[in-house]
């Protein structure tokens, strides 16, 4: 009995695909017949673009209005394209879409004419750039991973080793008076919502007065986070942690400053709620740091600090070994960056939250395919290879190339 191509990648469930992206599958036929080690990068085309959020959001660490983003299509000269995203925000990852552009200028060159399946020693050969720009570093590292997940015909997190392919987000809200914030949950819970994050960090008794407003408003068996952005000092944390005892938070996020790891620990040893890191906690080394520290319960890992998917796995490897649990969150990025999050969720077991809602945030969605999510924050991967994700035709059409 023979079966052709087409039909074969029905069985598997990649009809769409075959359908759909016929010169997906021609790339894929030529990559078979000259040897995956032959495939070479022929250009990386760069788009810098911006998109006005529904509202003006507010942490600690400032108020933002706009997602300033970057993307990245890595054409390979098989004819795969794979596509990744940066999402830099200046207060955390330290840089911003100008720099972003002038390191994403360097790496093209530096990555042209190499072979696309070799991410590690990719990866490897950008280096230290990942301490200046992590976000560009980031979307690279994503479009490679695509490219290999399409070259491969499976989705990344299927590739990694995963089988989650559904699993539930939660939605955050800004700081804001105790009324309008338990309003807010109120609704998103109405919607289906079960778990909810809270931005705190500027004063610990109005801080306190938010959660308990919101646990309030949506009742005791909806799960509440809390961040306050490195907003509170060890003892204001220790403070705000104690009255919101009550309050049954499930964890909180970096409470100090982020270079205080000794800050970190104790807040831990005193806190009743569980410690989550987040801007403690960008590449590899940092989860190491952090582990022998015992200065938190859980890590927060943001393809946006560590450098892409690559670095992300990385991590939450090292929090298995240590048997912690991790969660993956986001800066501002589209569902083009959400959905290479939500592959790593979806990779890893370890990984049991998620915090992947920025589209939320976003006046237009310019992403074709990726991650789809129904109004209660369920998220289901597609079975497409690579991220199985596209930007939309008229939206890439309006954006200049750099």
């Known amino acids: 009995m023979t079966i052709s191509r087409k039909g074969f990648l029905k069985v598997l469930g990649f009809g769409i695909l075959a359908t759909h992206a016929p010169r997906s599958w021609a790339a894929a036929e030529k990559i078979e017949k000259s040897g995956a080690g032959k495939l070479r ?59 972003n552009l002038m390191v994403a200028r360097s790496i093209r060159e530096m990555i042209k004419g190499k072979n696309p399946l070799a991410v590690d ?20 590292d994503m479009a490679l991973m695509d490219i290999l997940g399409k070259a491969a015909g499976l989705p990344i997190f299927r590739l990694l080793g995963g089988d989650k392919e559904t699993f539930e987000s939660d939605v955050t809200i800004g700081m804001d008076t105790p009324e309008k914030m338990a309003a807010s949950a109120g609704g998103h819970v109405a919607r289906g919502y079960k778990n909810i994050k809270l931005k705190v960090g500027l004063d610990p008794d109005l801080d306190a007065e938010r959660v308990q407003a919101v646990r309030e408003a949506v009742g005791k068996d909806v799960s509440l986070r809390i961040d306050a952005n490195q907003g509170w000092t060890v003892p204001q944390a220790i403070y705000a942690l104690r009255k919101m005892e009550r309050f049954n938070v499930q964890f909180a996020e970096q409470p100090v400053v982020a270079w205080d790891f000794a800050g970190l620990k104790a807040v831990r040893n005193e806190s009743p709620v569980p410690i989550c890191a987040d801007e403690a906690l960008f590449l590899p080394q940092d989860a190491m740091k952090l582990i022998k520290a015992e200065a938190c319960d859980y890590f927060n890992i943001k393809l946006m600090k560590a450098g892409g998917i690559t670095n992300s796995v990385r991590i939450a490897h090292l929090a298995d070994a240590a048997n912690m649990r991790c969660m993956v969150g986001c800066m501002l990025e589209t569902r083009l960056g959400l959905t290479a999050g939500a592959h790593v969720v979806a990779s890893q077991r370890n990984i049991t939250f998620a915090d992947l809602d920025a589209y939320t945030f976003h006046t237009i969605d310019p992403i074709v395919g990726g991650m789809m999510v129904n109004q209660a924050g369920k998220i289901t991967l597609p079975e497409l290879p690579g991220l199985g994700v596209d930007v939309d035709p008229m939206f890439l059409k309006k954006l200049k190339r750099i």
């Open 41 to 99: 990068i022929k250009d990386v085309e760069l788009y810098a673009f911006d998109i006005p959020l529904t509202e003006p959001f507010r942490v600690s660490l400032g108020v933002f209005t706009a997602a300033n983003d970057v993307l990245v299509r890595v054409v390979t000269d098989s004819g795969l394209v794979g596509l990744g995203e940066s999402s830099p925000f200046l207060p955390i990852t330290g840089d911003t879409q100008d720099t």
């Open 121 to 140: 020693a990719l990866i490897a050969e950008i280096g230290h750039i990942i301490y200046s720009n992590p976000s560009i570093v980031a979307a690279f």
